[in-house]
Every structure is written in C-alpha cells, then in structure tokens.
C-alpha cells in the first residue's frame, strides 16, 4: 500500500511493503539495570530529520570548535565539538539527518548503532538532543517514537517556533511534553532563542542525581497488519491532532505560489542557472578586493625574502617554490570562501532543494538515479566524499553510474584553475567572468549527464529508481551557520594548501631547478657588455643586459631540469591544444590535486633569481608576459579557452581515483574512469583549440 504524505511538502512514498513485515522493536533492560548500566556522561547527541535545523543547533552550541570527519570504518560524516554544561566540557555529536531508525540506509544504520552504544571508539550519549520541526511536527514525530524507544535522558528541542508563529499554529507545549514524557524546549536555533533553557535541560539530565524517564513502550506503537509503519504513523497524527492547533494556509499557498514557478520542467531549469550566474558575479565581484590584497601581500614577502637572502638555491626556493606555490593558490582563496558562503545560504532557504527536484527529472531520463543528487551535489565541494557518499544508492548498477560521472562535476579544486583562467580573459569584467564561470559548471553538468545517458545504453542498462526528497519550507537563511560552514571550509582547504600544496610546490621548484646547466653563450656575451657599458656610465643599459642575461640563464636552465626535459616529451601531445611544455608540467603535476596547476606555473613561470630591490610580480602578470619560443603569448584566448575546457573534464585527481578503486573493490573501474574522461577531455579541447583559431580568435 502506498502511505498518504503528512504534508504537501514532503515528496516521497513508501512504496509496496510486503506483507508481514515488522517493526523491530528494541527490547530495554529494566529501569534499575539501566540505573547500574549509565552510558558514558561526556557526549551528548543531536538527533533530527533532515533540513528539522540541527546543524545550525550545532553551530550554536559549539561555535567553532569542532570538527568534521567519518565515522571509524565507515563512510558518513559525522561532526563532533564541545560546549560547556555546568562547567563541565561536554562533547556534542551531530549525528545525520535522517527519517527513520529502521536501518534502511547506511545513515540510520550508523544513528541506530551510535544511539544504542555500539560503535567502536564512541561511547553511547548521556542525553539525546530530539529536534522537532515546529512547522511539521506530525511528521517529525516518526522518528520522536522510535528515538524515545531507546530509553535514553532525552530533551525535545521544539526548533523553528518563529515560523510557526507567523503560520498561525499554536503547540501546546506542556501537552507534547506529556505526551512524549520529556522535556519540551521552544527554540529558534537561527537566531539563539531558547538555547539557553535548553542548556539547562541538558545540564539537568547529564546530572548524577538525573532520573531517567519512562521509555515509550505501550500503546499506538505495536506491528499491524499490512503496513508496519501505520501504528507510528497513526500515533504521530493522534498527538498533533491533540497538541497543534491551526494550520499555514496562507504560507501553504504562497509556498506553492513560488514552487510554481522554480519546479517548472524548464522555467526552473533556467531560474537554476540564473541564480547560479548571479553568485558567481558576485563572487567575483566581491572577491576581487580580498584577492588582491592576498596577492600583494604574498608579493611583500616575497620581495622581503629577496632582501635578506643572498641571491642562490635556498632565495629561490623560498620565493619561488614556497612563497610563490602556495601564496599562488591562497589567492583564491576569498572566492572559494564566498562560493561556500553562498550556497549555504541558498541551502538554508530551502532552495537547493527545489534545484534538486528540478535536476531529478532530467537525471532520471538520462540514466542516474534519484538519490544520485545528494553526491552530485557534495562533488560540486570535493568527488572523493561525493564518491563515498553514493552508497546511499542501493542499486549496484545505479551506484556505479552515479560513481563514475560525479568526476565530471565541478570540485572546489577546479575553482583555482577557472578564476586563473577567467581572470587572464576578463581581469576586469566581473559579468564575463561570471557567465565564463557558469558556462564551465555548467558544461560539467552536461557532461556527467551525457555521459550517464551513454553508460545506461551501452555498458550498463537497466532502470533507475525514483527520488525520495524533502522539500523544506521556505525560510530566512541563518548567517550565523553559513559563516560558519565557510570557515569550515576554508580551513580544510587552508590545511591542503599548507600541506599537500606545499610539499608538491617544493617538489615542483627541484624539477625546475636542477640538474644545473651551464651559462648559455648569449647570457655570457650579455654580462660582459653590461660590464663594459658599466666601466663608461651607461647604468641603464648595463642593468637591461644584465635582467635579459638572467631571463635567458632562467629560460635555459628550465628548459634543461627534470621538469623542462619532462614537458618537452609529451609537447608534441599537448601542442595540437594550443598548450606548451611548461603547461604541460602542469598537467602532470595536477594529478596529484588539480588546484597544483596554478602553483606549479607560479613556479615554472617564475624560475630565475630576483633581485633584492624588485617585488615579484603577481601570477597573473606573470603568465600574460609568458611567451612561446617564436615570442608569441602563451595564454591567448584560445589556448584559455581550450585550457579551461580540459580542466572541466579531466579527471586530474589520484586520491579520488584511490577512493573508487576502494568503493569498487578493483582497478577495473577507475582505470576505466582515468581513460574515458582523459580522452573526452583531450578531445574536447582540441576541438575548442582548433575552431577558435580557425574563427580568428587567437
């Protein structure tokens, strides 16, 4: 049978059941073993449906002192901080959101387990954090009846009140807390309010002297007939019917007013676009200020090195490969955070949501499942948890499409590499810059679903399963928690930069350096002139042979490292792109993190000895100078463009390939994934390349 939605917005259905299926119910140990057997008192859980506002719960309770990471042995995140209760530290985990304890899914798996103490390394919590969504409470109740199973010290923060003011629905509050027999504290966890009863609560049930109460084991929550689900779904509506009164009429209608409009077929497919196209001007708009202070910034030490240092090996390495490697992707670091900083916001109104049904359509015509989008959204951050995340899809067929196209999409990563590239084309054109950002995320998109559809035709066929979706109703985003998630963030892509980047631009600077080779003949000849023209006064002239020996010494000796020698060997490859050997270096260096291209020319680019009195210049003024052997520029248009189309499709990441040859279980699958997105990117940009410079655009 199918079970009719508590609410319009809650999209999904049970599907067939088959009959004689039964809710596991959890057999508690008596009240005085469960006296003699307290779980651990230092770790309190947070607990919710999804989009019910937990994480922002977190947030406010935590602040900034936590941190994200998996599960031991497993592959769902988890976030773990501190708060103080009593003056006690007390650890808070944010388990995730979920609808149901009934181990479906590897996410209720993992709440179940964690909730019943039974995962390694973490203790079972002192207390539950409950999360009701106060203008859904029916359906939030669900799981309320099978959390307050468990028997835990439990206390119901009844989150979003704001809201439901405004929609007119009144909950009795001291009612629910009878009919759950817990605590029931009004919160809104956006702006603060009521967290600080909460607080007391908590401390009230982490206390010694605490008596647990009663679990939930009697009536409206036996097994029926047919549906397992009814008696929990029947009892949910029982206790809304006696504790909420009135309805959001008025905020119904407007809500389906606006999805009208954003969860049109095709209207909501370009409202999508557009308002991506308007954060990424805005990105680069805002960004710009911050950039270049960092950049000018990286320039003063820079130049500061120079002067302390005596020109040599060690000057180098620190201008060049330190300094100039990594401040080379710190740069862009303003625009990564401001990119995260807004889709948190968008994700806090509700809308991605919205973008999810709209996309969901399309996906599922071209051969990707429904629950394809949760990963496909996470790989727009990084693929390697996107990867992992996938199996949430149970279909193994769907599972592996979905693994196998989420590579395309664009990753944080990518981000360095399309404002290097956007900044050489439009330097100060922030709605060109945005459109050319669009366009690579969107060709990205189109890719992963043109090649699902190919995938489904060929090597694996079948059909895809539908998706199961909330969608949230619409509120004021929490400024509070998208700050925070950007820090978040940027501290994870901070701690790359200062360490992967870091050794790899190390490792980078010795192939551009050595071997050594000897003076070339021209630089020779250039310093015994400006000796000369010294010895007479001709100061000037004398300094401008001296800066083209160097630039030749420079130009030779790069040409001569590993780093050079390696370049020249794939260049005739490479050239049909519009690319050089020294992007070529590039190219391979980036399959260690694709973000290490523009650390890797930052450094190819500027090898040479600095000057005590000259401030280096910025990467991009570096790479415009850049020129070929016949003294034509490198970063022309076309070669940009063919560039940015390669980077968008190549797959130019080893750990994410590790990462699937894990999920897997073999070298068959990322083999064959390194293979087909190299040739669909190699090919896509020589055919870019190629009709821009047939067109003139050079």
């Avoid at 308002?275 to 001007?281: G, H």
């Avoid at 060709?443 to 679903?449: C, E, H, N, S």
């Avoid at 060997?569 to 291209?597: H, K, M, N, T, Y």
């Avoid at 068959?668 to 870019?688: D, I, N």
Wanted: charge should be neutral; charged fraction near 20%; proline fraction near 6%.
């Amino acid at each position: 049978m199918r079970r009719r939605c508590v609410r319009r917005s809650l999209a999904f259905s049970c599907g067939s059941i088959p009959r004689g299926q039964a809710i596991s119910i959890i057999q508690l140990p008596t009240r005085e073993g469960r006296q003699t057997a307290r779980p651990d008192e230092s770790c309190i859980a947070l607990v919710g449906n999804p989009n019910a506002g937990k994480t922002t719960l977190f947030n406010s309770l935590t602040g900034l002192r936590a941190k994200t990471a998996n599960f031991p042995g497993t592959t769902i995140e988890r976030r773990l901080g501190h708060t103080r209760l009593a003056d006690r530290r007390v650890k808070v985990l944010d388990l995730p959101g979920l609808y149901s304890l009934s181990s479906v899914t590897p996410e209720e798996t993992i709440v179940r387990e964690a909730l019943l103490g039974r995962l390694a390394n973490q203790p079972r919590p002192a207390a539950v954090v409950l999360l009701l969504d106060a203008t859904n409470l029916e359906r939030n109740l669900y799981l309320a009846s099978q959390v307050l199973e468990l028997g835990l010290p439990t206390v119901v923060a009844l989150n979003m009140v704001d809201l439901a003011e405004r929609s007119a629905i009144e909950i009795d509050v001291e009612k629910l807390c009878d009919e759950l027999r817990c605590p029931v504290v009004p919160v809104v966890a956006r702006s603060g309010r009521g967290t600080d009863d909460l607080r007391r609560e908590l401390e009230h049930l982490i206390s010694p002297d605490y008596e647990p109460h009663l679990p939930m084991t009697g009536e409206g929550l036996c097994d029926c007939a047919g549906c397992p689900y009814k008696a929990r779904y029947d009892w949910a509506e029982e206790v809304g019917a006696r504790c909420v009164n009135g309805h959001s009429h008025a905020n119904a209608h407007q809500t389906e007013r606006i999805d009208a409009v954003l969860t049109h077929p095709w209207v909501g497919v370009g409202a999508f676009l557009g308002i991506m196209f308007v954060v990424f001007a805005l990105i680069f708009w805002v960004a710009q200020y911050p950039m270049d202070w960092i950049d000018s910034g990286f320039a003063t030490v820079g130049s500061t090195i120079a002067q302390w240092l005596p020109p040599g090996d060690l000057r180098s390495l620190l201008v060049d490969g330190v300094v100039g490697g990594v401040g080379g992707v710190l740069v862009f670091l303003p625009q990564i955070a401001i990119l995260f900083f807004f889709l948190a916001l968008l994700e806090d109104t509700g809308y991605l949501a919205r973008a999810a049904f709209v996309m969901d359509r399309l996906m599922r015509k071209v051969g990707l499942p429904g629950k394809a989008f949760v990963p496909m959204l996470s790989a727009h951050a990084c693929a390697i948890p996107a990867i992992m995340s996938a199996r949430v899809i149970e279909n193994q067929r769907d599972r592996l499409v979905t693994m196998l196209v989420l590579p395309l999409l664009t990753c944080s990563a990518r981000i360095p590499v399309y404002t290097m590239i956007t900044a050489l084309l439009f330097p100060d054109q922030p709605l060109l810059a945005g459109l050319v950002f669009t366009g690579a995320y969107t060709l990205g998109i189109l890719a992963a679903l043109v090649m699902a559809f190919v995938f489904k035709r060929t090597i694996l066929p079948g059909e895809t399963t539908p998706l199961v979706l909330e969608l949230p109703g619409y509120k004021m985003p929490s400024l509070r928690s998208a700050l925070f998630a950007t820090l978040d963030r940027s501290r994870i892509f901070i701690k790359r930069a200062g360490t992967v980047i870091l050794v790899v631009s190390i490792v980078l600077w010795a192939l551009a350096t050595f071997p050594k080779s000897p003076m070339p003949v021209q630089a020779v000849e250039n310093l015994a002139q400006a000796e000369q023209l010294a010895a007479t006064g001709q100061v000037e002239e004398a300094a401008t042979l001296r800066r083209d020996a160097e630039k030749v010494t420079a130009q030779s000796g790069l040409a001569h490292s590993f780093a050079g020698r390696l370049g020249r060997l794939i260049e005739p490859v490479i050239a049909p792109l519009g690319f050089d050997w020294q992007i070529g270096v590039g190219i391979l260096s980036s399959f260690a993190a694709r973000e290490v291209i523009v650390s890797t020319l930052a450094v190819v680019y500027g090898v040479g000895e600095t000057t005590a009195d000259e401030i280096p210049g910025s990467l991009y003024d570096t790479l415009r100078a850049a020129t070929r052997a016949d003294g034509t520029a490198v970063f022309t248009f076309a070669t940009s463009i063919s560039l940015l189309v390669f980077y968008v499709l190549a797959m130019q990441c080893l750990p994410t390939q590790v990462v699937t040859r894990r999920e897997t279980g073999g070298w068959r699958w990322p083999v064959f994934q390194l293979g087909y997105m190299t040739v669909l990117a190699y090919g896509s940009a020589l055919v870019a390349y190629q009709v821009l410079v047939g067109v003139g655009f050079v």
